[in-house]
C-alpha cells in the first residue's frame, strides 16, 4: 500500500475482553514500532521489530501486552484482559530499518475500554 | 536505555514571532534526530531530521541545530503562522544496529494571530 495502515481505526471493547490491533507497514520496510499516545499526551513506546524479531520490548506496561510481527511485514498487537487504563491510540510506524531513514506513522487505533 | 527530554512543553507566540523547542538526549551513541509535527486529530509527520555529523540544517522556515557534546538538539521556526500550530515532538534513534525510535513528551506550540 502506500503507506502505513492500521485497523481497527476504532475499537471498543468491554473490560475484561481481548482486543488485537494490526499495522501492515509500508511495503519493503524492515523496522516496526508501536506506541500508545493517551489523550493529550506523548508518544510512549511499547516495542519495535527489526524484521520478525523484537529487540526491543521494553516498553510494554505488563503482561497483558504481547505483539508480534510474521513474515517481516504484519504486526499485531495483543491486550489481553483490557482495562479502562488501557484506553489510548495505538500508533503504528515503520521505515526501512536503517539508521537516518524517516518513519511514517499510521493513522491509529483508538481504543476505548467501557 | 535512551531518554528524551523536551522542553517546553507548551508555547505561545505571536504570529511572525519565533519559536524555539529544546530537547536533550542521554545515550552518547544516538546518531539520527528527526523532529515531527501533529496537527490535532493527525498522525505525527516528519517535518526535519538531522544526522550526528550535521551540526545544523534549515529547510525554509525552520532549521534544527545538534551539539553532540551537550547532548542536545533545537528546532527553531521563524516568522511563524497559525497554520503552525501544532504538537512538536523530538526523538532520537540509537547508534549501531539499534533503530530504536525514542520520542520526547511533545510541545504545544500555539500561534496567535
Known amino acids: 500500500g502506500a503507506g502505513v495502515s492500521q485497523s481497527p481505526s476504532n475499537k471498543v471493547t468491554e473490560k475484561g475482553k481481548d482486543v488485537e490491533l494490526r499495522c501492515d507497514p509500508i511495503?519493503?520496510?524492515?523496522?516496526l514500532y508501536w506506541y500508545r499516545q493517551s489523550l493529550g499526551q506523548g508518544l510512549e513506546f511499547l516495542i519495535y521489530?527489526?524484521?520478525?524479531?523484537?529487540?526491543?520490548k521494553s516498553g510494554l506496561p505488563s503482561d497483558r501486552f504481547s505483539a508480534e510481527r510474521t513474515g517481516g511485514s504484519v504486526s499485531t498487537l495483543t491486550i489481553q484482559r483490557t482495562q479502562q487504563e488501557d484506553s489510548a491510540v495505538y500508533l503504528c510506524?515503520?521505515?526501512?530499518?536503517?539508521?537516518?531513514?524517516?518513519?511514517?506513522f499510521g493513522q491509529g487505533t483508538r481504543l476505548t475500554v467501557v | 536505555g535512551e531518554n528524551v527530554e523536551q522542553h517546553p512543553s507548551t508555547l505561545s507566540v505571536q504570529e511572525g514571532d519565533s519559536a524555539v523547542i529544546k530537547c536533550t538526549y542521554s545515550?552518547?551513541?544516538?546518531?539520527?534526530f528527526p523532529w515531527y509535527k501533529q496537527e490535532l486529530g493527525k498522525r505525527p509527520q516528519l517535518i526535519i531530521d538531522?544526522?550526528?555529523?550535521?551540526g545544523e540544517k534549515k529547510d525554509q522556515r525552520i532549521a534544527v541545530t545538534l551539539n553532540k557534546t551537550a547532548k542536545h538538539f533545537s528546532l527553531h521556526i521563524t516568522e511563524t503562522q497559525p497554520e503552525d500550530s501544532a504538537v512538536y515532538f523530538c526523538?532520537?534513534?540509537?547508534?549501531?544496529?539499534?533503530?530504536?525510535?525514542?520520542f520526547g513528551k511533545g510541545t504545544l506550540l500555539t500561534v496567535n494571530p
Open positions: 526523538a532520537a534513534m540509537g547508534g549501531g544496529s539499534n533503530y530504536k525510535l525514542t
Open positions: 511495503s519493503g520496510h524492515t523496522a
Open positions: 521489530f527489526q524484521g520478525n524479531s523484537a529487540p526491543d
Open positions: 510506524a515503520s521505515s526501512f530499518g536503517q539508521v537516518n531513514t524517516e518513519a511514517f
Open positions: 545515550d552518547s551513541a544516538s546518531n539520527y
Open positions: 538531522i544526522r550526528s555529523n550535521v
